[in-house]
């Protein structure tokens, strides 16, 4: 099945929809495509016949105004799955992985109020002059669990998306100087979408994934050259804690899946940041694709001075 979050022009609500036939099938139940997650997918199937049967609204696919298939998840880890891409960033820059990352599939937390959905328009980070697009590819949870086992979380999965995760590599880089981060680099803008796909209509995830800006070819990659598994990924997430329904888990960027690692093995004059006005289409086999305007970055707000310094004052030097 192919599911989407829409806005109805019946009622001008959001809407779950099964995708069929090159158009959407509203459904017409006032509920979210969160609610029929859960139960390892016994409320999606009667959903699906209802929404087929009796359809709020009918609509052809590029007509739809979409959401987010979950517009507004319970949290979002996004990991560092890929090896071509981990490695040929650092290597760009002279340094090698570091051996942890072959025993721990590392995420990040990053804000789920800041989704948007698959046609959204996308503003760039506040002071940010370095932005880049992610190309990923996320799992849905659709039911809960704790402490999985690797070999058993797949079943934990409702369905798969894109994700791209827009970064803003300036803010993130120094951020990550000081110990914490991502932050501000990253949580600015996440799109998702257009469709949560069930896992059996995808079989073994051996999926071409592209990205394109201005309609140059920028990436290319396959979501099979994962070397991290999704299942190992839910198991890693769950570890000492609890996935909950809708829970979204990113695989991280594929090999050459973004700005950053482009930049660094062929030149920022070749592969230059995003502007305002720069079109951006990142496509997955059988999951459709995001398509996002880049809008000009809001004026950051000054902070003033520290608490405790005076403005203009310099810091105390350590004795």
Known sequence: MRWATYVSPTDSAEHPALVADGALHGLRDAVRLLDLLGDGGDRLAPAARRALADPLDVIVEDEAVLRAPVPVPPSIRDFMAFEEH???SMRAIGQELHPDWYEIPVFYFTNPAAVLGPRDDVPISPGCAAFDYELEVAAVVGTAGADLDPAE???HIA??????????R???????????????????????GPYLVTPDELGDLDLAMTASVNGTPYSAGRLSDLYWGFGQLLAYASRGTRLVPGDVIGSGTVGTGCILELSRVHGEDRYPYLQAGDRVRLEVERLGAIDARILPAPAPLPLGAPKGRAAGTAPATPS
């Open 86 to 88: 981990v490695v040929t």
């Open 170 to 192: 300036d803010l993130q880089m120094r951020e990550m100087r000081l110990g914490l981060g991502p932050a501000k680099g990253k949580d600015s803008a996440t799109s998702l």
């Open 153 to 155: 979380a797949d079943a």
């Open 159 to 168: 369905g798969y998306t894109i994700l791209c995760d827009w970064s803003a």
